[in-house]
């Protein structure tokens, strides 16, 4: 049974920075997505098996981070320059295939989650 722990959420002003982390069982391809809401959980970032390649949405993309530490079997999301509208859960989520991917389908794990709230 494969396992994801979250951590890392909390309450931060517009502006500042959260570090999120997802510890896994073993090593596998990577990504965070995120639900607000009354909306659907979308895709943030993605990393390969190896950390070779990472993919951010474009809502994201120059604030936020993906990396890992494959000794710990641990993935990061650094989250700068956050908005309120960066608000909402965020899931981490392991896929078997080593290639990255932006889908929720095709993700086979996911961690329970992490609330992110942004506001003054």
């Known amino acids: 049974q494969v396992q994801l722990e979250e951590s890392g959420g909390g309450l931060v002003q517009p502006g500042g920075s959260l570090r999120l982390s997802c510890a896994a069982s073993?090593?596998?391809?990577m990504g965070w997505f995120r639900q607000a809401p009354g909306k659907e959980r979308e895709f943030v970032a993605a990393s390969s098996w190896s950390g070779s390649t990472t993919y951010y949405a474009d809502s994201v993309k120059g604030r936020f981070t993906i990396s890992r530490d494959n000794a710990k079997n641990t993935v990061y999301l650094q989250m700068n320059s956050l908005k309120p509208e960066d608000t909402a859960v965020y899931y981490c989520a392991a896929r078997i295939n080593r290639r990255y991917s932006s889908s929720l389908n095709e993700y086979d794990y996911w961690g329970q989650g992490t609330q992110v709230t942004v506001s003054s």
């Open positions: 073993g090593r596998y391809s």
